[in-house]
């Protein structure tokens, strides 16, 4: 049971928009400690998507965006395309363990 | 180029040590915290250790604290993981990455592409 809460699945036709929610505690995102997203490509190493909540390393397409709010974060992907189908991790860092946590991870389907 | 490639996995038995090695390249390694983060097959991703830019400080999951030690070599730009009394639920890859910003904000921006450890008799 991870401390960060994804959904297992979502999917999405291509061209549409998707979003991915990261649903934390009180010790974790919602104490405002950042949330950032890494995207996992079947049989790669994960990459950074998204950091500090909203922020795009270079490379990244303005199509993928971040947001927080409250003690839940989300991973929005507009103009899906089917080298988007991959899985999706957040992480934050918790206060009650004193260290990193990652979200359980979700698989995104291109239908 | 800027990378980290993991090394030292492989096939070993229930309550023996394996040390797994990152060599860092491209960059100016003791300039950043490093960690290891792993992924059993089919799961999630787990947070493992880290060490901060100058080794001075290192933190743990409780999952591994007490058996698994971080430490670094910035003079060889190398980052090692010394794993001991392994068990079957160790079996998994293991990524060392890269850190960003402060310990609490910490995020990962580079990966090495992993080493499988596999434990079993």
């Known amino acids: 049971q991870s401390v960060l809460t994804q959904p297992p699945s979502v999917s999405g036709a291509p061209g549409q928009r998707v979003t991915i929610s990261c649903t934390g505690s009180s010790s974790n995102i919602g104490t405002s400690y950042d949330v950032h997203w890494y995207q996992q490509l079947p049989g790669t190493a994960p990459t950074l998507l998204i950091y500090g909540n909203n922020n795009r390393p270079s490379g990244v397409p303005d199509r993928i965006s971040g947001s927080k709010s409250g003690t839940s974060a989300s991973l929005a992907i507009t103009g899906l395309q089917a080298d988007d189908e991959a899985d999706y991790y957040c992480?934050?860092?918790?206060?009650?363990?004193?260290?990193?946590?990652f979200g359980g991870g979700t698989k995104l389907t291109v239908l | 180029q800027v990378q980290l490639v993991e090394s030292g996995g492989g096939v070993v038995q229930p309550g023996r040590s394996q040390r797994l090695s990152c060599a860092a390249s491209g960059y100016t390694f003791g300039g950043h915290g490093m960690y290891w983060v792993r992924q059993a097959p089919g799961k999630g991703l787990e947070w493992l250790a880290a060490i901060w830019d100058d080794g001075s400080y290192q933190y743990y999951a409780d999952s591994v604290k007490g058996r698994f030690t971080i430490s670094r070599d910035n003079s060889k730009s190398a980052l090692y993981l010394q794993m001991n009394s392994l068990r079957a639920e160790d079996t998994a890859v293991y990524y060392c990455?890269?850190?960003?910003?402060?310990?609490?904000?910490?995020?990962?921006?580079?990966w090495g592409q992993g080493t499988l450890v596999t434990v079993s008799s």
């Open positions: 992480q934050s860092y918790d206060s009650s363990l004193s260290g990193v946590v």
């Open positions: 990455a890269r850190a960003r910003n402060s310990w609490t904000k910490n995020y990962l921006d580079l």
